[in-house]
């Protein structure tokens, strides 16, 4: 037996074509009625007592969510909560509008939610029904708990009605499952998600979806001259710190990686030497969340069996104090050869990921994206509702705005480059980890981390600002959000960023 098991509970999502009369909500215990802002007439003739819901409407002020919760006078009592939206509302307004209906919904005890979205353009009823689905899904998950009365389930089955076609959910679905997973794994107690619990997970999940598995441990990354990622893991009290690579290969494809993801892992960040205050250490052990999302996406494309190599590597350690940790001034010399004068200990992330990037880049990747909670610069510059991103692509900037309004996570690009490297000139060493004065350290970091991306690989590099957002963010109800996942599905899907590099 595992020391961690995910909640295997599937949620059943199944759907049914042809008008939604009163025989269709006989199962329903809470129906989301979504309509557009000016609902037809005629609209409320195919629906099972509209001309009640219909003076239920009028009596709303207009733009609240939901617009009304009523019951309905059949056998379940069903209760209808209802919202408006336009039917070009942009896909974050979508999945935030989503989330409110279904949190409004689920207030009372588990059943069967309906799903009913009417009055709109096939399209139209086909992208809210998958924000519908992505928000219930995503909520009737349980982020792990470990209380002797578990908390009920909020969602037993969900229903869509009143469809004109059949719907394509898998995309939605395989994404749920990938940010459940990240949200799951970060919510995890710091002293259950160890590092080594964290690596046996994960072999046991590879196992489970067949996937390649291989553990770098501390002697080996010794081997590999991995400094940098060394330097913070020797500051742990015992020696379970790992870089994990993970491999999905679909039957078609070759064995070099089309995609890489690499994810930070620091499953507890104490600060190390240089210690953070009570405050800010609280939630540390979310700060392998990168890592988190990069099994998570490549989850996703697994469960979507995308015909596509993709490789995700893992650095996962704690950064503690003690008499070993690593301190200021050290001079640490990195996987690639690059020396590095150390500045400041709580600038961690860097450190793990400038090796992990090396050994990510040298399989030769079309694409390598990290993801990492590495700044809070990024959070003063852009706040928690986006991400920022990074890249040494800088004409992809377009392409990777364009991408986050399309999936609904939304990101937000800043330069980095060689000239931003004045301010990590050292005096001892090749480069400085970080600048002293700390202006702008989400563009130092990003300006440092592509210093250790070999073979000129294209690279994103993605500064997790959004990976906590108090009441949830999108579709998404917790505060812990599993950013990253639909972004690198949509980048993949809808921006192909893989097939037309330039
Ligand atoms: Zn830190």
């Known amino acids: 037996m595992p020391a961690l098991a995910l909640e295997s509970r599937e949620i059943g999502v199944t759907q049914r074509l042809g008008p939604a009369d009163s025989k269709a909500f006989e199962p329903i215990d809470q129906l989301l009625l979504i309509l557009p802002k000016r609902p037809p007439a005629a609209l409320w003739h195919s629906i099972p007592q509209g001309n009640k819901l219909r003076a239920l409407l009028k009596k709303r002020p207009a733009g609240e969510t939901p617009a009304f919760q009523t019951r309905l006078s059949n056998k379940r009592q069903t209760l209808v909560v209802a919202g408006k939206i336009a039917g070009d ?92 997973l990240a949200r799951w794994l970060t919510a995890l107690p710091p002293n259950k998600l160890d590092a080594k619990n964290y690596a046996d997970f994960l072999k046991d999940l590879a196992t489970k979806h067949g996937w390649q598995y291989k553990k770098f441990d501390t002697k080996a990354l010794k081997k590999l001259g991995a400094g940098a990622f060394l330097a913070v893991a020797q500051g742990n009290d015992n020696d379970s710190a790992s870089i994990v690579r993970l491999r999905y290969r679909p039957a078609s494809s070759k064995a070099a990686p089309a995609l890489s993801l690499v994810g930070k892992g620091i499953i507890f960040d104490t600060g190390g030497t240089n210690l953070k205050p009570f405050a800010s250490m609280l939630d540390m052990h979310g700060d392998m969340q990168g890592s988190a999302v990069a099994v998570g996406t490549l989850l996703a494309i697994s469960e979507l069996k995308l015909p596509l190599a993709v490789d995700a590597w893992l650095a996962i350690t704690e950064n503690r104090t003690g008499p070993n940790a690593y301190k200021s001034q050290d001079v640490i010399t990195a996987a690639n050869g690059k020396t590095i004068q150390t500045i400041h ?72 480059g060689k000239e931003f490297l004045e301010d990590l000139e050292s005096d001892t060493a090749d480069i400085q980890q970080c600048s002293a004065k700390g202006s702008a350290d989400h563009i130092l970091a990003g300006s440092f981390l592509a210093e250790f991306v070999e073979n000129d690989t294209p690279w994103v590099h993605v500064d997790l600002a959004a990976s906590n957002h108090k009441g949830g963010l999108a579709h998404v109800p917790t505060e812990v959000t599993g950013f990253g996942v639909r972004f690198t599905i949509s980048l993949i899907l809808d921006e192909k960023l893989l097939k037309a590099e330039h």
């Open 89 to 180: 509302a942009e896909v974050f307004e979508q999945l935030t509008f989503a989330r409110k209906l279904v949190a409004a919904a689920t207030t009372e005890k588990a059943g069967s939610l309906g799903i009913l979205v009417a009055g709109f353009s096939d399209e139209q009823q086909h992208a809210l029904c998958n924000a519908a689905v992505a928000a219930a899904l995503a909520a009737a998950f349980n982020l792990p708990e470990f209380k002797n009365k578990t908390t009920a389930e909020k969602i037993k089955r969900i229903r869509l009605l009143g469809l004109n076609s059949k719907v394509d959910l898998s995309r939605s679905i395989a994404e749920s499952k990938g940010n459940n």
């Open 345 to 416: 200990t709580d600038a961690e992330g860097r450190m793990v990921l400038a090796d992990t990037l090396t050994f990510a880049s040298r399989d030769k990747p079309k694409l390598m994206i990290d993801y990492a909670t590495l700044t809070g610069a990024v959070i003063n510059a852009i706040t928690t509702r986006y991400s920022g991103v990074f890249t040494n692509r800088s004409d992809w900037h377009p392409r990777l705005k364009r991408t986050g309004r399309v999936c609904g996570e939304r990101v937000w690009p800043f330069p980095i």
